[in-house]
Antibody, heavy 117, light 106 residues
């Protein structure tokens, strides 16, 4: 059974850097899937942030590309999200997910990140 | 960027109703569309991918259709467990989601 688990600070100061990790179990991050980050601001819809392949290839939403870095750690079977220069607008539930056949079939439970001083 | 427009934003329905949600893409995405169901406080669940392929374990009352720029998600007979929010997502390039449709009790 494939499971994804997000971890990281729940509170980040404005202008700081948001850092999250997604631990993957039950599947190899070196397989033929893309590994994705999605977020959901309170009371709003889903926003795709970006994705990474085990080779290190990445795709990012153009509106976030200048602030976001997604990386992969094959030795730990996990991938990470860093977002800099955060503001209150980045307050959201952040999900990691696996993409297969261009659908996100396995999701983490989500982690809430609040940007506040 | 490819924009996805879902309609309606909210849909009021009763158990047993046939429900249809529409998703329109700002340019052709061929078959590269997925549908998700999300209940409050939980992660989204994949229902359909490649426009019409039912994810394993998803009840057959859910179906998807469409090609190019117009797609539909249909629930043939709405069940109590189906009251939730639904999102489409295109995967032809940078992924984008529709704004969501909330299916509520009439």
């Amino acid at each position: 059974q494939v499971q994804l688990q997000e971890s990281g600070p729940g509170l980040v100061k404005p202008s700081g850097t948001l850092s999250l990790t997604c631990a993957v179990s039950g599947d190899s991050i070196s397989g033929s899937n893309w590994w994705t980050w999605v977020r959901q601001p309170p009371g709003k819809g889903l926003e795709w942030i970006g994705a990474i392949y085990h080779s290190g290839s990445t795709n990012y939403d153009p509106s976030l590309k200048s602030r976001v870095t997604i990386s992969v750690d094959k030795s730990e079977n996990q991938f990470s999200l860093k977002m800099n220069s955060v503001t209150a607008a980045d307050t959201a539930v952040y999900y990691c997910a696996r993409e297969v056949l261009r659908g996100l079939d396995v999701w983490g439970q989500g982690t809430t990140v609040t940007v506040s001083s | 960027d490819i924009q996805m427009t879902q309609s309606p934003s909210t849909l009021s329905a009763s158990v047993g109703d046939r429900v249809t949600i529409t998703c329109r893409a700002s340019q052709s995405i061929a078959i590269w569309l997925a549908w998700y169901q999300q209940k409050p406080g939980t992660a989204p669940k994949l229902l359909i991918y490649k426009a019409s392929t039912l994810e394993s374990g998803v009840p057959s009352r859910f179906s998807g259709s469409g090609f190019g720029t117009e797609f539909t998600l249909t629930i043939s007979s709405l069940q109590p467990d189906d009251f939730a929010s639904y999102y489409c997502q295109q995967s032809n390039g940078y992924r984008t989601f529709g704004q969501g449709t909330k299916v509520e009790v009439k």
